[in-house]
């Protein structure tokens, strides 16, 4: 029987994508202090690597070397992380990708890349686990979206037009699964301390010689708490619905930005 205060992940699998630096690393070491095994995905092995060392768990944490848009390589790396590691009760789709445009200067290629990144690869990691997942009568995904699916920005309409695909994907297979033992979620971060916040950061100061500082204090006027969001914040997100005690929160998008979507 559990309770809402069990919070171990103790014998559960957990696949987190992006998860070399950021949020992605954030969660994996939340999942891991919380008792799973962890496989990092990503495309950099390099950064995966140096992740799985800092975590210091080389007995129940792997990496695997991914482009989360290429349907073949996603089908080959979720079977590699389940022979490593067992078969995977948890899937945190974290990996993502954001570039800024004028609408009017989006062209086909930048629109595309934002879909296929941001949700084409949501899509091909959760099919790669959820027969498996339905089998077994559990399993828990989350979405790493972002108030960008929320409500929508100037300047990033291929991103937020993805985002928000990402926030009804997870609602309709919410409801499919809904009877299964599976809760299907979406973390919805505001602007997080990452190297996404850093590029984005960048863009503005290119586009409009503004200093760091004032492209810095643009961004915060958009959160109440005029900061930026902690990784670890939006790891502890991920964590808690991932735990038995949210087994009743499905379909849902949780926004962690500081009273910015209400």
């Not at 979720?78 to 954001?98: C, H, K, Y």
């Not at 695909?165 to 919805?188: D, F, P, Q």
Request: hydrophobic share 45%; charged share 15%.
């Amino acid at each position: 029987m559990t309770t809402p205060h069990d919070t171990t992940l103790e014998g559960r699998h957990a696949v987190v994508t992006g998860g070399g630096s950021g949020i992605g690393a954030a969660t994996a070491a939340a999942l891991l202090h919380a008792g799973a095994r962890v496989t990092l995905m990503g495309r950099d092995a390099t950064r995966l690597s140096a992740q799985r060392d800092a975590l210091a768990a080389p007995d129940r944490i792997n990496c695997v070397s991914v482009d989360v848009t290429q349907e073949t390589a996603v089908t080959d790396a979720f079977a590699a992380a389940v022979t490593q590691l067992g078969p995977i009760d948890i899937l945190v789709n974290n990996a993502g990708q954001a570039q800024a445009s004028p609408f009017a200067a989006t062209d086909t290629a930048l629109w595309q890349r934002m879909l296929d990144v941001n949700l084409t690869g949501v899509f091909l990691c959760t099919r790669a686990v959820l027969p498996a997942m339905l089998e077994r009568g559990f399993g828990r995904i989350v979405n790493v979206a972002s108030t960008a699916g929320q409500t929508g920005y100037a300047y990033v309409a291929a991103y937020c037009a993805a985002k928000h695909g990402v926030i009804g994907l997870t609602r309709s297979l919410a409801r499919e699964v809904a009877t299964r033992g599976i809760t299907v979620n979406a973390v919805c971060p505001g602007y997080t301390e990452t190297d996404l916040l850093q590029a984005s950061l960048d863009q503005i100061i290119t586009k409009t010689a503004r200093s760091e500082q004032d492209a810095r204090d643009a961004l915060l006027r958009q959160n109440p708490q005029r900061r930026f969001i902690a990784p670890d914040e939006v790891a502890n997100a991920v964590l808690w619905l991932c735990t038995a005690g949210s087994r009743s929160i499905t379909g849902q998008s949780i926004s962690v930005s500081g009273g910015e979507i209400t």
